[in-house]
């Protein structure tokens, strides 16, 4: 995922057809070049790589947070998600990998919400977690928050997905809620690597992945553009 000119969809493919990512840089120029959609210039890129001192740095740092990581070729790679178009190569997991199942039903909506939608947002989120569903969303203010914590109060799972690395929690006053979705069994993600900071464009990026993980989304309250309606268009093609 650090290699230039590689993008998600590619890398995906570029597994499957390896076998492994380590097997990837294995492949030979006549072999990559082989692979449909892998030009010079990826193949140029794959065997200019020379960032290994990165990638140990994000190994430690990954170990040092307690985190762990998801390969999309690792057998605990939430099935859901590696069934959209352009499932994350990588996950880091803060918390309970197995909080990542087949079971889940995203929850979001605007930062800005009703008395109403809040309520509607807690008798919701509650009646599915009572369910034994897990609740994915995104940690924003609003509905987000509200979804996390009306979850944690019925006894369930959730799971956070964050525009950041998981060690910057964004944003920063709900480091608390953080840390009580992973006392409570659940789990916050992430795409991108520790030490990443929280970047307008990386949420609407991220969106895809709450939708991806859940069986359904539940739109609670939204204004007709925004990042709810980001993932709620990435549900219906998400099918």
């Known amino acids: 995922s650090l290699v230039e000119n590689v993008g998600a969809r590619r890398i995906y493919q570029l597994i499957r057809i390896a076998g492994s990512p380590s097997n990837v840089f294995e492949l030979s120029r006549a072999d ?3 692979i449909e959609g892998v030009g010079r210039s990826t193949v140029d890129s794959i065997f200019g790589f020379r960032r290994w001192d990165e990638v140990d740095r994000i190994l430690e740092q990954t170990q040092k947070l307690g985190a762990r990581f998801l390969t999309i070729a690792d057998k605990d790679y939430p099935p859901l998600l590696r069934q959209i178009y352009d499932p994350p190569v ?5 918390g309970e990998v197995k909080a990542l199942s087949d079971q889940s039903i995203g929850i979001v909506g605007t930062r800005k919400a009703s008395s109403y939608g809040l309520q509607v947002c807690d008798h919701l989120t509650m009646g599915l977690a009572g369910q034994g569903m897990t609740i994915c ?13 009306a979850t944690l109060k019925q006894g369930g799972t959730t799971v956070a997905v964050l525009g950041s690395g998981v060690d910057r929690i964004y944003p920063g006053a709900h480091r608390p809620l953080a840390e009580a979705i992973i006392g409570g069994g659940g789990a916050v993600i992430s ?22 993980l859940s069986k359904g989304l539940l739109v609670i309250e939204s204004g007709v553009k925004g990042g709810s309606m980001i993932t709620a268009r990435g549900a219906l093609d998400q099918n």
């Open 191 to 212: 795409e991108y690597p520790p030490g990443t900071k929280p970047d307008a464009p990386h949420f609407p990026v991220r969106n895809r992945i709450i939708s991806g």
């Open 90 to 94: 990588i996950i880091w997991v803060l």
């Open 32 to 34: 990559l070049a082989q």
């Open 137 to 149: 969303s995104g940690l924003a203010y609003g509905i987000d928050a509200r979804a996390h914590k």
